[in-house]
Nanobody, 116 residues
Framework: VQLQASGGGLVQSGGSLRLSCAASGVMFSINAMGWYRQAPGKQRELVTAISIGGSTNYADSVKGRFTISRGNAKNTVYLQMNSLKPEDTAVYFC???????????WGQGTLVTVSS
């Protein structure tokens, strides 16, 4: 299984970015896909996730600003990030969770830097 994430970059505070993640080689049932982030010196945290049924959840810090969606191919997810803040600066990791054993698969991470 490979998760290819893209779309990170440098943006000014208040700006927007869209992250994409495409999973390949998936030969099992997917429970959910989502995004985590890890800022320097901090633990990795859940940003948002979308279940195979379409249910979503968001960290309180991004509610109303970030939106997760799936592509036409169920193995693709997007993260639209609006009204970005410097505290959103982090490496963002795409995540896929298998249904059978809840095993996690991770993408390589994409850096998002928000300047003040």
């Amino acid at each position: 299984v490979q998760l290819q994430a893209s779309g990170g970059g440098l943006v000014q505070s208040g700006g927007s970015l869209r992250l994409s993640c495409a999973a390949s080689g998936v030969m099992f049932s997917i429970n959910a896909m989502g995004w985590y982030r890890q800022a320097p010196g901090k633990q990795r945290e859940l940003v948002t996730a979308i279940s195979i049924g379409g249910s979503t959840n968001y960290a309180d810090s991004v509610k109303g600003r970030f939106t997760i969606s799936r592509g036409n191919a169920k193995n693709t997810v997007y993260l639209q990030m609006n009204s970005l803040k410097p505290e959103d600066t982090a490496v963002y990791f795409c995540n896929l969770k298998a249904t059978l054993n809840s095993r996690d698969y991770w993408g390589q991470g994409t850096l998002v830097t928000v300047s003040s």
